[in-house]
T-cell receptor, first 116, second 112 residues
Framework: AQKITQTQPGMFVQEKEAVTLDCTYD???????LFWYKQPSSGEMIFLIY??????QNATEGRYSLNFQKARKSANLVISASQLGDSAMYFC?????????????FGQGTRLTINP | DAGVTQSPTHLIKTRGQQVTLRCSPK?????VSWYQQALGQGPQFIFQ???????QRGNFPDRFSGHQFPNYSSELNVNALLLGDSALYLC???????????FGAGTRLSVL
């Protein structure tokens, strides 16, 4: 079974600093996808960035980038120039494929707080 | 274009009651997945519907059932509610060519 581990329950960062949120994963499948989501207090899960296991380059989406180290099975999220609005829960997730269906397996999440 | 729409936003029930949650996927999406997120936890996969059939199921009891309609909208039904069913229920929609599953804002269920 696939597993996602996020070892940082909480992170506190000063505004405008860069922050790295850690994520390690465990899978025996050669083909997989990794996602990062942001969940503000309202509850909605907001898609941030995606990395496929065969993608040659690290994914980037605006201020978000994914530091993908396949051999170490890590997929850390880097947020550059943090903003107060970045304060939220962040979840790393892996896509698991089974008989044509896909589900997401989530980590426990990291609560990020941006201080002014 | 509306994204994934869930209703109701909040719900309060008592133990033993039954509840139905609803989800309308994003236009063009044909697959709906349901997740349960307990307080302080990551979401847990309940089941997925495609072409009106349950395609995959997570580790949830039969009290949890669902349905998908021809317009791709979906319902999640929970019977004989327990206190432990209190959670945020998230619906996600996707298509075969869509990498990022799009989530709704969720339904927050409280069982008293």
């Amino acid at each position: 079974a696939q597993k996602i581990t996020q070892t940082q329950p909480g992170m506190f960062v000063q505004e405008k600093e860069a922050v790295t949120l850690d994520c390690t994963y465990d899978t025996s499948d050669p083909s997989y996808g990794l996602f990062w989501y942001k969940q503000p207090s309202s509850g909605e899960m907001i898609f941030l960035i995606y990395q496929g296991s065969y993608d040659q380059q690290n994914a980037t989406e605006g201020r978000y980038s994914l530091n993908f180290q396949k051999a170490r099975k890590s997929a850390n999220l880097v947020i550059s120039a943090s903003q107060l609005g970045d304060s939220a829960m962040y979840f790393c997730a892996m896509r698991e494929d089974f008989q044509g269906a896909q589900k997401l397996v989530f980590g426990q999440g990291t609560r990020l707080t941006i201080n002014p | 274009d509306a994204g994934v729409t869930q209703s109701p936003t909040h719900l309060i029930k008592t133990r033993g009651q039954q509840v139905t949650l609803r989800c309308s996927p994003k236009s063009g999406h044909d697959t709906v997945s349901w997740y349960q997120q307990a307080l302080g936890q990551g979401p847990q996969f309940i089941f997925q519907y495609y072409e009106e059939e349950e395609r995959q199921r997570g580790n949830f009891p039969d009290r949890f059932s669902g349905h998908q309609f021809p317009n791709y909208s979906s319902e999640l039904n929970v019977n004989a509610l327990l206190l432990g069913d209190s959670a945020l229920y998230l619906c996600a929609s996707s298509s075969n060519i869509d990498r990022g599953k799009l989530f709704g804002a969720g339904t927050r269920l409280s069982v008293l």
